[in-house]
């Protein structure tokens, strides 16, 4: 057994050892003074047209497209440019999440308006069990946390033979992920890193020092000194160990902006122009200025073109009501994207049982003997602390090991 590679899942909530084969980013043609004596409007309108062309030359007319629709920005602008090509009643959308959820309103009041063919799938309607959880481990190569997806079996059903448009990762090359602390040398970003990524914080469940999974990061050293340690780091390990496999799982027709002509153009950008995805915002506001007039979750549920003081106003707004709902058991946290799992682990019987079944498993298998399993669910249970977290780790280590998941 891999003590280290186990280790990595019970902080990080996936597997440090594992390799994305799909896509491998290429950091060789960037250059970071190619765009040094550009103007902004002149990088808009570049990033545009390189948007633009990797959308127009996977369009194809023998499969149907959907898009999954939330809240955010990339999925709103895949849209916007399939309309370019495509009427809207000839475009599929869906969205799941919570109702009340900014991700779930926001996606379907933008379908709704645009006039696609929509689907919604409320994830309070959708039941977990063990059996469908193995599937879905096997097609994310068993290697991420489980239970935060839509119903594999709606999209299967609906959208098996479709083409599925995806923004996945191309936004952090934009600068999605602000690293609030930077390194001066690579240790220092790896522990940076580390701290950033921990999925459970409630309770420490590995029985190594942090400092030793530092080996398991992959790194480029060619980008040393040309771009950010965290920012090197997270694409190679969180985005394409973590994020890849769970939103591409297996069995999906996969439509992407991960384009080389794309990405260089990202990362040979002025880091003015990534921090808080400035210059991607910029490219959005200018190509769909009616899509992104709505509501966006990226802005906290107003348009991302609202002035500072709507923004400064907004956020008092929606401070009051996380604070209100610290009294209303009903409350639903609307940045949430999938379901609440502190409560829905108290409360829904099929997720109680699902994940008491596989915690209890995974204890007979004495490969954890240091956490106390029981422990973390009677204290979570008896509403002692909030372990939702742990939770779903631990249960989804032992779907994964149901599955076939070698240690």
């Not at 191309?170 to 970003?189: E, M, P, Q, S």
């Not at 950008?269 to 200018?286: G, P, R």
């Not at 009903?330 to 409560?343: A, K």
């Not at 008491?356 to 007979?364: F, P, V």
Request: aromatic share 12%; hydrophobic share 35%.
């Amino acid at each position: 057994m891999n003590l280290l590679n186990l280790n990595s899942f019970l902080k990080f909530g996936y597997f440090m050892d594992y390799k994305y084969t799909d896509f491998q980013v290429n950091f060789t043609n960037f250059d970071k003074n190619k765009y040094s004596g550009f103007e902004e409007k002149e990088l808009v309108e570049i990033g545009q047209n390189l948007w633009f062309q990797t959308i127009s030359k996977q369009i194809s007319n023998n499969n149907q497209n959907v898009v999954p629709l939330s809240g955010g920005l990339d999925s709103r602008a895949i849209l916007g440019s399939l309309l370019e090509h495509k009427n809207a009643s000839e475009i599929h959308t869906y969205t799941f999440g919570t109702p009340n959820t900014l991700d779930y309103e926001i996606g379907n009041k933008i379908a709704k308006l645009l006039g696609t063919k929509h689907k919604s799938f409320p994830l309070n309607d959708y039941v977990y069990n063990t059996k469908n959880l193995v599937e879905i481990s096997n097609r994310i190569d068993n290697q991420t946390l489980l239970f935060l997806h839509p119903s594999v079996e709606n999209l299967d059903l609906n959208f098996s033979e479709f083409n599925v448009w995806s923004g996945a990762i191309i936004d952090v090359f934009f600068g999605r992920h602000k690293h609030h602390k930077i390194a001066k040398n690579l240790n220092g970003g790896i522990l940076n890193s580390i701290n950033e990524n921990i999925y459970s914080r409630s309770v420490n469940m590995t029985n190594i020092p942090d400092s030793e999974l530092a080996v398991l990061f992959d790194y480029d050293f060619t980008t040393e000194n040309l771009l950010g340690y965290e920012y090197v780091l997270d694409i190679l390990n969180r985005q394409l160990k973590y994020i890849a496999p769970h939103v591409l799982m297996r069995g999906f027709n996969y439509k992407t902006l991960l384009d080389d002509s794309l990405i260089d153009f990202a990362l040979s950008l002025n880091e003015k122009f990534i921090n808080y995805q400035y210059l991607y915002k910029k490219i959005f506001l200018k190509s769909f200025p009616y899509l992104f007039s709505l509501p966006c979750k990226t802005s906290n549920g107003i348009p991302l073109n609202s002035s500072r003081t709507k923004f400064f106003m907004n956020n008092i707004k929606q401070g009051m009501k996380s604070l209100g709902g610290i009294f209303n058991k009903n409350h639903v946290n609307p940045g949430v994207n999938y379901i609440d799992f502190n409560m829905g682990i108290r409360e829904r019987n099929d997720l109680k049982s699902v994940i008491y079944e596989n915690i209890n498993d995974l204890k007979s298998r004495k490969i954890v003997e240091w956490i106390n399993i029981e422990k973390i669910w009677k204290d979570h249970i008896n509403n002692k602390n909030n372990h939702g977290e742990a939770l779903l780790t631990l249960a989804s280590l032992e779907i994964h090991l149901k599955a076939g998941k070698k240690l």
